[in-house]
């Protein structure tokens, strides 16, 4: 989801506070779409529009606040549920049971409206959170159903020799989006389907995993469901499985701080915070 609304059609009256938007002019941004909902009260976009500036103001409060009021005024706006999931998910608040308990809730509403808008690997992480490993399989199996279908049509356009560079460019990089959310699906569900003590279901889910990064030629990414691997493959006896997962492990996991210890030399502060930008969602998101 990107920050604001996009539309390049200037008789759209919220394209001005849009370019303000783009500029970073997010207190002028404010000042003018505030202004401009007193004149033009109860227009969708411009209160979601407010939303969304507050919100990369970092008042999340009063994002909060602002997205509330807009589900209270257009009660399917599905861009209003999308943005305080998010804020939730991100730990805005203090990453509490009750802002699990109301992802969930938002989730379950938003699945009411638009079944295809629900960002099911958001879901899953808090209904883990929330120790109802069942409910998060499901979410999870939700997940890796739609980033299958949203891969797929991505993957389309971007084999596709006669679309232009730059919309083939922009799919490929919205496939490999869905692809890191695919791999973080699968190892997320084998971490729920242990916690129910289903262990032979979580290594065929840890094992998709590692398959999704192997097909991308990034397997040393998937060091931790070695582990993992290996500790399910011990829970069931398969002891010659779990050494060879866990050596797996070691070797993919000193790869991977090799790699990672050679981009960071001689880094610039603002790469090295890029770089950790990038590696979050695969490496710091726990599924738990």
């Given at each position: 989801?990107?920050?604001?609304?996009?539309?390049?059609?200037?008789?759209d009256?919220?394209?001005?506070?849009?370019?303000?938007?783009?500029?970073?002019?997010?207190?002028?941004?404010?000042?003018?779409?505030?202004?401009?909902?007193?004149?033009?009260q109860?227009d969708?976009?411009?209160?979601?529009?407010?939303?969304?500036?507050?919100?990369?103001?970092?008042?999340?409060?009063?994002?909060?606040?602002?997205y509330?009021?807009?589900?209270?005024?257009?009660p399917?706006?599905?861009?209003?549920?999308?943005?305080?999931?998010?804020?939730?998910?991100?730990?805005?608040?203090s990453?509490?049971?009750?802002?699990?308990?109301?992802?969930?809730?938002?989730?379950?509403?938003?699945?009411?409206?638009?079944?295809?808008?629900?960002?099911?690997?958001?879901?899953?992480?808090?209904?883990?959170?929330?120790e109802?490993?069942?409910?998060?399989?499901?979410?999870?199996?939700?997940?890796?159903?739609?980033?299958e279908?949203?891969?797929?049509?991505?993957?389309?356009?971007a084999?596709?020799p006669?679309?232009?560079?730059?919309?083939?460019t922009?799919?490929?990089?919205?496939?490999?989006?869905?692809?890191?959310?695919?791999?973080?699906?699968?190892?997320?569900?084998?971490?729920?389907?242990?916690?129910?003590?289903?262990?032979?279901?979580?290594?065929?889910?840890?094992?998709?995993?590692?398959?999704?990064?192997?097909a991308?030629?990034?397997?040393?990414?998937?060091?931790?469901?070695?582990?993992?691997?290996g500790?399910?493959?011990?829970?069931?006896?398969?002891?010659?499985?779990?050494?060879?997962?866990?050596?797996?492990?070691?070797?993919?996991?000193?790869?991977?701080?090799?790699?990672?210890?050679?981009?960071?030399?001689?880094?610039?502060?603002?790469?090295?915070?890029?770089?950790?930008?990038h590696?979050?969602?695969?490496?710091?998101?726990?599924?738990?």
């Open positions: 989801m990107s920050p604001e609304p996009q539309s390049h059609d200037p008789d009256p919220w394209e001005q506070i849009r370019r303000l938007v783009g500029e970073d002019r997010y207190e002028d941004a404010l000042t003018a779409v505030e202004q401009r909902l007193r004149l033009i109860g969708e976009e411009g209160q979601l529009l407010r939303a969304r500036i507050l919100e990369l103001m970092s008042r999340w409060d009063d994002a909060d606040a602002a509330r009021e807009t589900l209270r005024i257009f399917k706006c599905t861009e209003a549920y999308a943005g305080m999931i998010k804020m939730l998910a991100l730990g805005f608040g990453d509490t049971k009750e802002d699990h308990r109301r992802i969930a809730s938002l989730c379950q509403e938003l699945q009411q409206i638009h079944p295809g808008a629900v960002p099911y690997n958001i879901q899953g992480k808090s209904y883990s959170r929330l109802d490993y069942a409910a998060a399989v499901t979410a999870f199996d939700k997940a890796i159903a739609q980033q279908k949203i891969g797929s049509a991505y993957l389309a356009v084999e596709d006669a679309q232009d560079l730059d919309i083939r922009m799919a490929s990089q919205e496939y490999d989006e869905s692809q890191d959310k695919l791999y973080d699906a699968w190892s997320c569900k084998g971490t729920a389907q242990e916690q129910l003590g289903r262990f032979e279901e979580a290594i065929h889910s840890y094992g998709a995993a590692i398959a999704v990064n192997c991308r030629g990034q397997e040393q990414d998937s060091y931790r469901e070695y582990y993992a691997l500790y399910a493959f011990e829970h069931i006896g398969d002891e010659v499985a779990s050494t060879h997962c866990l050596e797996r492990a070691r070797q993919l996991e000193e790869a991977f701080d090799n790699e990672l210890e050679r981009d960071l030399h001689g880094c610039t502060e603002d790469e090295f915070n890029d770089m950790l930008m590696l979050a969602p695969k490496h710091t998101t726990s599924c738990m």
